[in-house]
């Protein structure tokens, strides 16, 4: 029997941001390997037109929690929704409410956040830090509570090119952040927004540091530990290979290449590409709630979990093998054949942009227009480079992420902790994961079905013969212009012709003379 797996049996858990992708991933898992759990306690916030037992219902009904149901056939009855804004003072919670998570509540995984890149420092700061704070509180007023798991990510401090499994001080105290941003109006938030943020790449990632900060200083007697994980993607092996549910990160990167919208992107092919499956988080996650509950570490100890130092992949390697996956099971309907090119210049990703992806989106809003529909695909694919443009920074540099806690971590588990528990990512086939990772977008976020491949085949075809007869059509145009002008082009011209005829002459005579 895993130590893990018997330690959750009869707690009471709470999770924040369950609604999310990692929090989904973690419930499952909860339920599937400890199904004598007492409850899990999700904060969720309202939602207009669905009331919290739907919310819960249309979780539980995803394809993600199919196993769950079999190991754990009342799991209904073992969530407990409860209303939550972590933007509102107490999280808006009902003084029952509380009170019951004040008293049962056993270990909090925190990961609700704003993973925004772009969100207003006023938001950002509430969710990722002031919320942290708060949760804090609450949590030192929890007579039963073994242990508080705060997710971070492995980029809080992407300012730093070797990041150790410390907390960094950031250089304003998240207290000053806090007040002032209670009595600044917007504007001037706006305008001082770069000189807080520095060399942080972008708000996301400044709070997340000023995040864990307030756990450092907020932390009390409470035994703390924090999860640092890198560009979190699909699923590895559990539930089952490839399940995602939402566009961040790479998976709208390849969304949008599987339809043909994004043909090239500004990246270092040989940066290194730090992603890590969301299953191999959640495991991670188990294993440092139950080893800090009962080890009860002095000091608040910081977990790494990424892929770059143990078994690194990189860019170029992975876009090789996103397009070798849609050769074989394309995503249907694309806009142009998919194509990846990678460029770490600036100049030519200019020209990229411009012949690759805004040129196109502009002759098909001409096309639009002309049969007398709405034209869509420009404002499109600027918002598509918008996005890219934010996720640059990422793929353009490699990070070395010290692993020390983990692997300390992973010695001090049974042979079937480290089994049920697994967290070692030498283990991962990068070709297969990549493989499964598009399948499961084409299946599970685009919710494609599998008996569209031949005809989408048969699309990526004829959207091959297109892009040659266009290319055909403008260099034979291109060609025509310049002869028409230059004399040295028609030199060349009559030279190449001169040089055909003469060997065409030269072959029929030779083939004349055999005869
Ligand atoms: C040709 C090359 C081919 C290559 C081959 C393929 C190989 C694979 C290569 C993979 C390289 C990946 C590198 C990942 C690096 C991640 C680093 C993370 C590091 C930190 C990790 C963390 O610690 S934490 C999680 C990270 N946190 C996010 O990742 C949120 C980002 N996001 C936003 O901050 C907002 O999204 C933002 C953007 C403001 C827009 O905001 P916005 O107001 O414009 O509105 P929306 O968000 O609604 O999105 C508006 C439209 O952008 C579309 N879209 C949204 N996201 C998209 C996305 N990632 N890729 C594409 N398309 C996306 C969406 O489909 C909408 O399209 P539509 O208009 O048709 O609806
Ligand atoms: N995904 C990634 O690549 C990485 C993620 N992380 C970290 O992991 C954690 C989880 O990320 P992920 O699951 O991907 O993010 P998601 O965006 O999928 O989930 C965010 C969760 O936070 C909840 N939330 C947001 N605002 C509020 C609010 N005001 N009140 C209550 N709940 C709120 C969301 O609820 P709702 O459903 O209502 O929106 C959702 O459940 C975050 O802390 C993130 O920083 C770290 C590294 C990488």
Redesign the pocket.
Known sequence: MSTIAAFYGGKSILI????????KVLMEKLFRTSPDLKVIYI???P?AGQTLQQGVFQILDSKLFEKVKEVCPNVHEKIRAIY????QND?AISKEDMQELLSCTNIIF??????RFDDTLRHAVQ??VT?TRQLLLMASQMPKLEAFIH?????SNCNLKHIDEVIYPCPVEPKKIIDSLEWLDDAIIDEITPKLIRDWPNI?TYT?ALGEMVVQQESRNLNIAII??????ATWQEPFPGWVD?I??PNGIIIATGKGFLRAIKATPMAVADVIPVDTVVNLMLAVGWYTAVHRPKSTLVYHITSGNMNPCNWHKMGVQVLATFEKIPFERPFRRPNANFTSNSFTSQYWNAVSHRAPAIIYDCYLRLTGRKPRMTKLMNRLLRTVSMLEYFINRSWEWSTYNTEMLMSELSPEDQRVFNFDVRQLNWLEYIENYVLGVKKYLLKEDMAGIPKAKQRLKRLRNIHYLFNTALFLIAWRLLIARSQMARNVWFFIVSFCYKFLSYFRASSTLKV
């Open positions: 924040t941001g369950a609604t999310g992708f990692l929090g904060l969720v916030r939602k939550a804004d972590l933007n999280f925190h990961c609700a956040a704003t993973v969710l990722n919320a997710i971070s990510t492995a980029y996301y997340k640092r994980p890198s560009i979190v993607g939402n961040n990160g």
